[in-house]
């Protein structure tokens, strides 16, 4: 059971800080469809590929006394900051979890911005479609966020830039 919170720690660990719950989201989908380990179930939500059991672990962790989760008043909206705790810290030292490359491809990912990482996740939720399809399922889903098709292939480009990191 805990070895799934661990991989989710080892996750916030490598990244330093995850700012927002979507971001966090979309970035353990994204690395759970390039091969990383994570095993939370996702469905596809108004925001994208989005996980009950992910949202669970994290509060699970932050009672447990391991993720600091920190709600920030931003504008007209909270937006929450996510970093793991010296005792989050220590339990992961005695509980390595061994997932080579995660370090690279977080840290790119962290970087990114929540509505790019929106649209490369709905990229890859969609993935048995052909380009085409995906591209037509995104405007039609995705018309609020108004995707163009340069940013689509900009999100396959940069799906094939992260499984580059991984071999």
Avoid: W
């Amino acid at each position: 059971m805990l070895k799934d919170h661990a991989k989710l720690m080892k996750a916030i660990l490598v990244s330093g800080e995850i700012t927002g719950r979507k971001k966090l989201q979309k970035m353990i989908y994204i690395a759970k469809k390039i091969e990383f380990p994570f095993h939370e179930r996702f469905q596809f939500h108004f925001y994208g590929p989005y996980s009950e059991e992910l949202t669970t672990r994290v509060e699970e962790l932050c009672n447990m006394g391991f993720l600091n989760e920190v709600k920030e008043k931003k504008g007209g909206y909270f937006q929450y900051r996510y970093t793991l705790t010296e005792p989050g810290k220590e339990f992961l030292s005695l509980n390595e979890v061994d997932m080579p490359h995660l370090t690279d491809c977080l840290t790119d990912m962290n970087g990114q911005n929540a509505r790019f990482l929106e649209l490369v996740s709905t990229v890859l939720y969609f993935d048995n479609l052909s380009k085409e399809e995906v591209t037509n399922k995104v405007f039609t889903l995705k018309s609020s966020q108004r995707y163009t098709e340069s940013e689509i292939n900009e999100a396959y480009q940069y799906i094939e830039t992260l499984k580059t990191k991984i071999q």
